[in-house]
């Protein structure tokens, strides 16, 4: 079976996405110019416990979880779409 | 540019979550009219895509950082409609799972990157195309990110008005990180019309 071409990229920007997202965000201390104008303003995040908060997977390895959560992501996705799919498919036969 | 719990006012949130639901209803109305599965399968794979290429950031050293967007991509490869709901996907997952952008803050962010990008970058690249497919693509992308990170600025000001500064951080940093989407934009945009241009909806 030939994979689709876009699952492929999505699938090799996942792989590669930890050395951006994880080793060099750490190594020079990653900030959106959105983070400067929370500072600036003197405003502060609220503190939560999401469970898989800055793609990460609770016990696994930050390299492994920031991946792991990529494909969950993924499939997120599709599945999202999957339903939007059926459901306006339902609506479309139902009217007509 | 995903705006976090905790920094945006009541009325910046009621007012967005509002905006939101009155263009998610349009949308919707729309696209119901156009979907078929290929619509479908091509929604899934940007969308999928594009939520992969925001996992990379780009740390920039001594500066700030940043990650694709992807909203113009969205709108040119997809059209508005079908982008603003491929965007929306990206973030309610973002946001829902992994709380990258915070849930009060979903309708702003919606707003700026599903809405304001996806539409700046399609209204852009049709009039300027027929020109050249790379200045497009570029000045697209460009416009897109510039304008949701300003309009992202400008909601953080109503919300906090005691400094105007944030606005222009956000306006500036976006204006000049804009010029690296907008070469992301250019690039795919001009690689897919080569391969399969019967794809871009533009």
Known sequence: ?96 | MHIPDGVLSINVILSTYVALMGVTYVAFSRISKIWSSSLAGKTSSIAALTFAAQMINWPIPGGTSLHFVGGALSGIVLGPWAGFTAMLIVLLVQALIFHDGGLTALGANAINMAVVAVFSGYVLYKLLSRRSTWIAGFTSGWLSVFLAGALCGVELWLSNPISITPLVVMALWHAALGVIEGAITASAIAYVKKKAPQIIEV
């Open chain 1, 1 to 96: 079976m030939k994979l689709p071409r876009w699952l492929i990229v999505a699938t090799a920007l996942i792989l590669v996405s930890p050395l951006f997202g994880i080793y060099l965000a750490d190594l020079v201390g990653y900030h959106e110019p959105l983070d400067i104008a929370i500072e600036i303003l003197g405003l502060k995040e609220w503190e939560d416990k999401w469970p898989f908060k800055d793609y990460s997977i609770p016990g696994l390895d930050p390299y492994l979880g920031y991946i792991a959560s990529g494909f969950i992501g993924v499939g997120a996705i599709a599945l999202t779409i999957f339903i939007l799919n059926r459901a306006l498919i339902y609506i479309r036969k139902k009217g007509s």
